[in-house]
């Protein structure tokens, strides 16, 4: 029964009409730009649709249906190139020659007169007129809610179809339009979409009014965060990721697949396991294998491989095919060719990174130079006015030079907390580092490029594309720009940390040839410091509620997404008070 797609008139699946009557921009995100995230309320809907998905039954044509003919088929494809449309049925009944679609739902039937929201009746009513323009005779559609157990009958009457048929249409016409349609404005619908964290429509309209009201060059600078209706905006996604990521670091060790469970072997013996569930990606260090079975169930779960070598460079990524978003890597390539686009954004990412630098000092150095934040502070609106990306280039050095001859100043010194001569520090030097805290810089750089590339896949962009770094093979430019504005509040940070408080001694480093590099002992306890900054919880300067960097950097992709739509003006830098 299902007909064809043709590319004149891509057809619309009932369910996203569904969606388009509850949320025009969630239809969009869906259908346009292949989105989706599942929730407790999807995964309930699915077990709710484990009986009908299985396609049982057969479904005679209409002119052989007489009225002795009883029907109970499930999961019938339908489909129309007059309407534009297809759908999935859940289940046909018959009732003296007329066919009845049943569309299964989760909860219950809502207090109103129709008993039933008008997404669903839309939906019932599409799959109706499918089954019409099939030839069947179809006057009405049923919903049965499984919480209830309750049946609620929809007539098709002249006015559901017309609404039905109109919203078909407008439909169609935004998602050929290619703008997606703006955020519902405080609505209590968003708390419970699953779409939420991809949308952030709280986020997207603050700072669209903050735009509005102040002008571009108020949204381009950090700026205090503006209030819906005198209060933050709502944290609508969960402030962690309860889900950890796992790094598998020992030579000749490797990863395989028990049930739901990544066991980490070595010579054949499990030494250690993660489970599936719990796993947000997975790292190998150096010569450490895994199975087929492993890798097809991490990429069936859309889980990143990252591998790196021994030092911690990053080597390669294995993940399922590329995100379908392909609207938003079209819109990145386009923006990278436009040079005042990509001067626009270069501006925020290093006027963020000087700023988190200045704020670092000012709160950690001890006995700072004269002048040293004044210079910090010239520098970042130095950067914010610059007039091609060499000259930025120039201004981000120079801010560079003062921080880091004033780095060392935030360690410890005098009493029980002296460090270590081995952790001196002059100058930044790389490829290969000289010194212990040099070779710390670099691995936790290295890291936070790692988790930026991560989040930036997630989203869709390419992650070699950059605006501020210049495309090269290799260099995942995208990530080295998002993560301008992190490396003082993530990478930085934990270096001092780690030497303040004695977590890595200068045992935990090899020196040969002049570079230093950590021992396999002091990359673990790198790593877990890394983990704690990561999982740390910070109040968001722009939107006033608390969540973890980790999923800072996800919230600062989705921004950058939104500006290269064009629903907010400016990329806003992270940057902390």
Not at 127 to 148: H, K, S, T
Not at 175 to 195: E, F, H, M, T, Y
Not at 269 to 280: I, M, P, Y
Not at 391 to 407: H, K, Q, W
């Given at each position: 029964?299902?007909?064809?797609?043709?590319?004149?008139?891509?057809?619309?699946?009932?369910?996203?009409?569904?969606?388009?009557?509850?949320?025009?921009?969630?239809?969009?995100?869906?259908?346009?730009?292949?989105?989706?995230?599942?929730?407790?309320?999807?995964?309930?809907?699915?077990?709710?649709?484990?009986?009908?998905?299985?396609?049982?039954?057969?479904?005679?044509?209409?002119?052989?249906?007489?009225?002795?003919?009883?029907?109970?088929?499930?999961?019938?494809?339908?489909?129309?190139?007059?309407?534009?449309?297809?759908?999935?049925?859940?289940?046909?009944?018959?009732?003296?020659?007329?066919?009845?679609?049943?569309?299964?739902?989760?909860?219950?039937?809502?207090?109103?007169?129709?008993?039933?929201?008008?997404?669903?009746?839309?939906?019932?009513?599409?799959?109706?007129?499918?089954?019409?323009?099939?030839?069947?005779?179809?006057?009405?559609?049923?919903?049965?809610?499984?919480?209830?157990?309750?049946?609620?009958?929809?007539?098709?009457?002249?006015?559901?179809?017309?609404?039905?048929?109109?919203?078909?249409?407008?439909?169609?016409?935004?998602?050929?339009?290619?703008?997606?349609?703006?955020?519902?404005?405080?609505?209590?619908?968003?708390?419970?979409?699953?779409?939420?964290?991809?949308?952030?429509?709280?986020?997207?309209?603050?700072?669209?009014?903050?735009?509005?009201?102040?002008?571009?060059?108020?949204?381009?600078?950090?700026?205090?965060?503006?209030?819906?209706?005198?209060?933050?905006?709502?944290?609508?996604?969960?402030?962690?990721?309860?889900?950890?990521?796992?790094?598998?670091?020992?030579?000749?060790?490797?990863v395989g697949l028990k049930g739901e469970t990544l066991e980490i072997r070595d010579k054949g013996k499990a030494t250690s396991e993660a489970r599936l569930l719990d796993t947000s990606q997975l790292n190998l260090f150096g010569n450490v294998q895994l199975s087929a079975q492993a890798l097809r169930e991490l990429?069936?779960?859309?889980?990143?491989?990252?591998?790196?070598?021994?030092?911690?460079?990053?080597?390669?990524?294995?993940?399922?095919?590329?995100?379908?978003?392909?609207?938003?890597?079209?819109?990145?390539?386009?923006?990278?060719?436009?040079?005042?686009?990509?001067?626009?954004?270069?501006?925020?990412?290093?006027?963020?990174?000087?700023?988190?630098?200045?704020?670092?000092?000012?709160?950690?150095?001890?006995?700072?130079?004269?002048?040293?934040?004044?210079?910090?502070?010239?520098?970042?609106?130095?950067?914010?006015?610059?007039?091609?990306?060499?000259?930025?280039?120039?201004?981000?050095?120079?801010?560079?030079?003062?921080?880091?001859?004033?780095?060392?100043?935030?360690?410890?010194?005098?009493?029980?907390?002296?460090?270590?001569?081995?952790?001196?520090?002059?100058?930044?030097?790389?490829?290969?580092?000289?010194?212990?805290?040099?070779?710390?810089?670099?691995?936790?750089?290295?890291?936070?490029?790692?988790?930026?590339?991560?989040?930036?896949?997630?989203?869709?962009?390419?992650?070699?594309?950059?605006?501020?770094?210049?495309?090269?093979?290799?260099?995942?430019?995208?990530?080295?720009?998002?993560?301008?504005?992190?490396?003082?509040?993530?990478?930085?940070?934990?270096?001092?940390?780690?030497?303040?408080?004695?977590?890595?001694?200068?045992?935990?480093?090899?020196?040969?040839?002049?570079?230093?590099?950590?021992?396999?002992?002091?990359?673990?306890?790198?790593?877990?410091?890394?983990?704690?900054?990561?999982?740390?919880?910070?109040?968001?300067?722009?939107?006033?509620?608390?969540?973890?960097?980790?999923?800072?950097?996800?919230?600062?992709?989705?921004?950058?997404?939104?500006?290269?739509?064009?629903?907010?003006?400016?990329?806003?830098?992270?940057?902390?008070?």
């Amino acid at each position: 029964m299902s007909t064809p797609e043709t590319e004149a008139t891509p057809q619309i699946p009932a369910r996203m009409l569904n969606e388009f009557a509850y949320c025009p921009r969630l239809f969009y995100l869906e259908h346009v730009q292949q989105e989706f995230q599942h929730s407790a309320d999807t995964l309930d809907g699915r077990l709710v649709h484990r009986r009908v998905d299985k396609q049982e039954g057969r479904v005679p044509a209409a002119e052989d249906l007489g009225e002795q003919v009883r029907l109970h088929s499930r999961s019938v494809l339908v489909g129309s190139e007059a309407l534009g449309a297809t759908a999935r049925i859940d289940l046909i009944e018959t009732d003296e020659g007329r066919v009845i679609p049943v569309d299964y739902k989760r909860g219950k039937p809502p207090d109103v007169a129709e008993r039933a929201w008008e997404p669903e009746r839309v939906q019932i009513c599409l799959q109706g007129l499918l089954l019409r323009e099939n030839g069947y005779d179809c006057d009405e559609g049923a919903l049965y809610f499984a919480a209830a157990q309750e049946r609620v009958r929809v007539p098709f009457t002249d006015e559901l179809v017309g609404r039905t048929l109109a919203l078909l249409e407008e439909a169609r016409r935004v998602a050929q339009s290619g703008d997606i349609p703006p955020p519902l404005v405080n609505s209590p619908k968003c708390p419970r979409c699953s779409l939420v964290g991809i949308c952030l429509p709280d986020e997207t309209n603050l700072l669209r009014a903050t735009a509005e009201s102040e002008g571009k060059a108020a949204q381009a600078a950090c700026v205090e965060p503006r209030t819906r209706e005198g209060g933050a905006a709502r944290r609508l996604i969960p402030a962690r990721d309860d889900r950890l990521a796992v790094y598998v670091q020992g030579q000749g060790l490797s990863v395989g697949l028990k049930g739901e469970t990544l066991e980490i072997r070595d010579k054949g013996k499990a030494t250690s396991e993660a489970r599936l569930l719990d796993t947000s990606q997975l790292n190998l260090f150096g010569n450490v294998q895994l199975s087929a079975q492993a890798l097809r169930e991490l990429a069936a779960r859309e889980i990143p491989i990252l591998h790196l070598s021994y030092g911690g460079w990053l080597a390669a990524v294995t993940t399922p095919p590329p995100h379908k978003n392909i609207e938003l890597r079209r819109r990145q390539f386009a923006a990278a060719s436009d040079t005042a686009v990509c001067l626009r954004l270069a501006r925020a990412f290093v006027s963020g990174k000087i700023r988190n630098s200045r704020t670092l000092l000012r709160r950690n150095a001890r006995s700072l130079p004269d002048g040293t934040l004044y210079r910090l502070a010239f520098w970042r609106k130095r950067a914010e006015r610059e007039s091609s990306l060499e000259s930025l280039l120039g201004v981000e050095g120079t801010a560079a030079r003062d921080y880091f001859s004033n780095f060392a100043l935030m360690f410890k010194a005098g009493g029980g907390g002296e460090h270590s001569p081995a952790f001196d520090f002059n100058t930044r030097n790389r490829r290969p580092p000289r010194d212990p805290v040099n070779a710390l810089l670099s691995f936790l750089y290295s890291m936070l490029a790692k988790e930026m590339l991560v989040a930036l896949i997630g989203v869709g962009f390419d992650p070699y594309q950059g605006f501020y770094h210049q495309p090269r093979y290799g260099r995942p430019a995208l990530a080295l720009d998002l993560m301008e504005e992190f490396r003082p509040l993530v990478a930085d940070s934990v270096v001092i940390g780690l030497i303040n408080n004695g977590e890595v001694r200068p045992s935990d480093f090899i020196t040969r040839a002049g570079a230093a590099a950590l021992t396999e002992g002091g990359r673990r306890r790198v790593l877990e410091a890394f983990e704690r900054r990561l999982d740390t919880l910070v109040t968001h300067p722009r939107f006033g509620y608390q969540i973890s960097y980790r999923r800072v950097f996800e919230v600062q992709a989705r921004l950058l997404a939104r500006f290269l739509s064009g629903e907010i003006m400016a990329y806003p830098p992270f940057c902390t008070r």
